[in-house]
C-alpha cells in the first residue's frame, strides 16, 4: 500500500475543505503535505484524520505542514503595489471597470475570495470591488 493510499482520507479531506496550495509528495519514504487550511476548524479535523490513521503519530511516514489561512473573510488586508494606488473593479478580471482606487499601504478588509487571483475588499472608504490578491498581503 503505498502513503497516498494509506492517507487517502486524509488527502481527499483536505481537497474537499477547500485547502489551497495542497502539496502532496513522496520523499524517501516519507509523504509530504503541504497547504494552507481555510480555517483553525479544518486544520484540526485534518490532524484529528491523520491521529486516527496513525494513532500516537509513531510511523513517522508523514510530514504535515498545514497553515491556516490568514486571508479570511473580514480580515484586514494592506495593499502592497509598488508605489501606485490599486484598482479597484466592478468584477474579478482586468476587462472590468474601475470603481474604485486603495492606496499603497492602504490597509483594507477582505470581504471574500472569488479566485485565488481575485478578492472582493472593502476600502477605507468604504467601496467595494475586486482587487488582484497579489497586491494584497494579510495583516497578522
Do not use: C
Not at 503535505?33 to 484524520?49: C, H, M, T, Y
Not at 468584477?91 to 477582505?110: C, F, N, R, S, Y
Amino acid at each position: 500500500m503505498s502513503l497516498q493510499d494509506k492517507y487517502k482520507e486524509l488527502i481527499d479531506t483536505a481537497k474537499s475543505a477547500g485547502t489551497s496550495n495542497l502539496q502532496v509528495n513522496e520523499q524517501e519514504g516519507v509523504l509530504h503535505i503541504s497547504g494552507e487550511a481555510p480555517s483553525g476548524a479544518v486544520k484540526d479535523n485534518l490532524w484529528n484524520i491523520y491521529g486516527k490513521i496513525d494513532p500516537n503519530f509513531l510511523s513517522g511516514d508523514v510530514v504535515m505542514d498545514i497553515k491556516v489561512a490568514t486571508a479570511v473573510e473580514g480580515a484586514k488586508l494592506e495593499v502592497v503595489t509598488q508605489s501606485s494606488n490599486l484598482n479597484v473593479r466592478k468584477g474579478p478580471g482586468i476587462d472590468q471597470p474601475v470603481v474604485g482606487k486603495a492606496a499603497h499601504a492602504e490597509m483594507v478588509t477582505l470581504i471574500s475570495k472569488h479566485s485565488d487571483q481575485w478578492w472582493l475588499i472593502r476600502t477605507k472608504d468604504g467601496e467595494e470591488g475586486y482587487a488582484h490578491s497579489q497586491y494584497l498581503r494579510p495583516v497578522e
